[in-house]
């Protein structure tokens, strides 16, 4: 059993920068691939980075390339979105998920969300 706690949402303006993390329990956090999804009012869930387990292997969606990174720290249980030059369109509720496998369909664990906003 994987809990996931998300921090770091907030309200920033345009062409700002945020810096989202996830705490994770578990001793087999080490062994998840972790990925950042987003959903805003209105739209599907979109998947906006992830992580491999092994290798730190990274994707992102097109829409966040070259604007923010994903990352992870094994040692601290911990992932991390640094979200740089944002816009109003990347405002929506940011969420964590840990997955054993490599469909991101449907991950095996979510956390609660948090909200990030973007002025313009």
């Known amino acids: 059993q994987v809990q996931l706690v998300e921090s770091g949402g907030g309200l920033v303006q345009a062409g700002g920068s945020l810096r989202l993390s996830c705490a994770a329990s578990?001793?087999?956090?080490?062994?998840?691939?972790m990925g950042w999804f987003r959903q805003a009012p209105g739209k599907e869930r979109e998947r906006v980075a992830s992580?491999?387990?092994?290798?730190?292997?990274?994707s992102y969606a097109d829409s966040v390339k070259g604007r923010f990174t994903i990352s992870r720290d094994n040692d601290k249980n911990t992932v991390y979105l640094q979200m740089n030059s944002l816009k109003p369109e990347d405002t929506a509720v940011y969420y964590c998920?840990?997955?054993?496998?490599?469909?991101?369909?449907?991950?095996?664990?979510w956390g609660q969300g948090t909200q990030v906003t973007v002025s313009a």
């Open positions: 992580i491999s387990w092994m290798v730190g292997r990274t």
């Open positions: 578990g001793r087999t956090f080490s062994t998840y691939a």
């Open positions: 998920a840990a997955n054993t496998g490599t469909n991101w369909a449907a991950p095996d664990y």
